[in-house]
């Protein structure tokens, strides 16, 4: 029996993995798919402090050597289930299953994708899903929005102050989020509002985004139009189905300061839970929180 | 008038102005001696994730890079407290008044200090103040740990499973801590617990710790120890007596998930809160919310 499972291998969970080992907890880390998590696909993150610009491949694989150099053992596998029989944790894996004492719950979240064509392909040549993460790339430059919730909105915003120009593009002809956001970008001059607008693809030349083709869903109507960037915010799902706890309308997971879940024994930590902010510096906070109590669980659970 | 003013320049510090600076906002961080914080003293930290080794000025000098690069403000004064006046805050510093409309407090914490002979030179060559940070430099090694809270039987135990013996030194014969935490100190075969013993002076040979000269209080001999590593947990003070928010009975500063302290627009990051980890990894987390709270709260107050 392991002390301590980890599930997920991104910048949470390698960093659970990193306390755990200098703590001496019989510890394994389960991945299903590639180390990093989502942002492995950025082409460049600039807010890990200590790393002023790095990819995002890059950087993880240095949390990847950091955790293996301490002799993290990593698992390829994926989780079917977790249950609790009393102290023991029971993680089924489409390779079996494995036991534990506690278990740290860091799977991270996936934001959803519009299906658009150029959609995929462009994603961190342009099109991103973070404003706090990308936006700072597009300094004096033409970016999109999409989406019509809280977030898109208060992200045009963000994005107004950096961006000359963004266009905020909704399919419907209101906005769902609050009241007070929405004044704002009407009332922000380099905002452009297209209400009962879809983006129907992205183009790029060169590898990089250069144009969105919109349709006016009241004129059946498509336009081109040239910018550099395209945030979507449509929403985030996180990876949270295979674990019984209590969760958000959302589906992240409910964890207190100390990570600490709806089941003793069972830590949450990054984009999977209810933190107010998805970034790698937050993760990694959460790591080493999740990890520390855990081993606090542990021996006091001895 | 600012958008926001930091105070104090450790990793929270720092980590909030890498944030304040890519969200546009007019900022400057005050600190009071010099940039790093607590952690700039310590001569290797190895557990902030993708630096598996380095000093902690080192690693400080690579946050404050970092800030300055994207352009953050730093003026050194001291800061003599915060008042609020409507939507303004007035920071009052030893220069002169500033003004913001939001301020983070992230002005850290100190372990407290023994004062025995040879405690101030060794720091960082063996004496500590941090289990989680120091503890696996001294593998298979002799420590003592002194203190008689639920902190230091605590990281008695963490210590004693990477360390071969550890002393555990109280100038009490009976510890505050919880009953739980003793007995499993006093089941653990390598712990050795000098009950009514005091730390009176701390030696080292070529610049790190050799030995350290404990006195019987209840027959008043003393008697050194051979050994690498003194940690000492005799309580910590969060530097928070200038600015007047909520704060729990050991002075650190209530802030919840989103780093709001009890007065809008003044919010805490790092050792200066009620967190349950003092570390880099957990400072950098803080700092990264704090900054985009304090963001999303001057947008929403415009």
Same mark, same amino acid.
């Given at each position: 029996?392991?002390?301590?499972? *980890?599930?997920?291998?991104?910048?949470?969970?390698?960093?659970?993995? *990193?306390?755990?080992?200098?703590?001496?907890? $019989?510890?394994?880390?389960?991945?299903?798919?590639?180390?990093?998590?989502?942002?492995?696909?950025?082409?460049?993150?600039? $807010?890990?402090?200590?790393?002023?610009?790095?990819?995002g491949a890059g950087l993880m694989e240095k949390f990847e050597?950091?955790?293996?150099?301490?002799?993290?053992?990593?698992?390829?596998?994926?989780?079917? $289930?977790?249950?609790?029989?009393?102290?023991?944790?029971?993680?089924?894996?489409?390779?079996?299953?494995?036991?534990?004492?506690?278990?740290?719950?860091?799977?991270?979240?996936?934001?959803?994708?519009?299906?658009?064509?150029?959609?995929?392909?462009?994603?961190?040549?342009?099109?991103?899903?973070?404003?706090?993460?990308?936006?700072?790339?597009?300094?004096?430059?033409?970016?999109?929005?999409?989406?019509?919730?809280?977030?898109?909105?208060?992200?045009?915003?963000?994005?107004?102050?950096?961006?000359?120009?963004?266009?905020?593009?909704?399919?419907?002809?209101?906005?769902?989020?609050?009241?007070?956001?929405?004044?704002?970008?009407?009332?922000?001059?380099?905002?452009?509002?297209?209400?009962?607008?879809?983006?129907?693809?992205?183009?790029?030349?060169?590898?990089?985004?250069?144009?969105?083709?919109?349709?006016?869903?009241?004129?059946?109507?498509?336009?081109? *139009?040239?910018?550099?960037?395209?945030?979507?915010?449509?929403?985030? $799902?996180?990876?949270?189905?295979?674990?019984?706890?209590?969760?958000?309308?959302?589906?992240?997971?409910?964890?207190?300061?100390?990570?600490?879940?709806?089941?003793?024994?069972?830590?949450?930590?990054?984009?999977?839970?209810?933190?107010?902010?998805?970034?790698?510096?937050?993760?990694?906070?959460?790591?080493?929180?999740?990890?520390?109590?855990?081993?606090?669980?542990?021996?006091?659970?001895?």
């Amino acid at each position: 029996m392991y002390d301590l499972i *980890i599930i997920g291998g991104g910048p949470a969970g390698l960093t659970a993995g *990193i306390y755990a080992q200098r703590a001496k907890l $019989n510890t394994v880390l389960l991945e299903k798919q590639m180390v990093g998590g989502q942002i492995a696909v950025s082409d460049v993150i600039e $807010n890990y402090p200590g790393f002023p610009s790095i990819s995002g491949a890059g950087l993880m694989e240095k949390f990847e050597e950091h955790a293996k150099g301490l002799g993290l053992k990593i698992q390829f596998t994926e989780v079917i $289930n977790i249950t609790a029989e009393g102290k023991e944790k029971v993680v089924k894996t489409s390779d079996g299953d494995l036991r534990a004492k506690a278990i740290i719950v860091a799977t991270g979240a996936r934001p959803k994708r519009l299906g658009a064509p150029g959609e995929k392909e462009l994603t961190g040549k342009g099109v991103s899903y973070c404003a706090t993460c990308d936006g700072p790339f597009f300094r004096n430059r033409t970016v999109m929005v999409v989406g019509g919730g809280d977030t898109a909105v208060k992200e045009a915003s963000y994005l107004s102050k950096i961006a000359s120009k963004v266009y905020l593009v909704h399919r419907r002809d209101k906005f769902r989020a609050e009241k007070m956001h929405q004044e704002k970008v009407e009332a922000t001059p380099n905002i452009e509002i297209l209400r009962s607008h879809t983006l129907k693809e992205i183009k790029g030349e060169g590898g990089v985004v250069t144009k969105a083709v919109v349709q006016d869903l009241k004129h059946c109507e498509m336009k081109e *139009i040239a910018l550099e960037g395209v945030f979507i915010f449509v929403g985030i $799902n996180p990876t949270t189905d295979f674990v019984d706890v209590d969760k958000d309308e959302g589906g992240f997971i409910k964890a207190n300061q100390k990570m600490e879940t709806s089941i003793p024994g069972i830590f949450a930590a990054g984009d999977c839970r209810t933190t107010p902010l998805l970034q790698v510096a937050t993760a990694v906070g959460d790591g080493a929180i999740a990890a520390y109590m855990a081993e606090s669980y542990i021996e006091s659970h001895k």
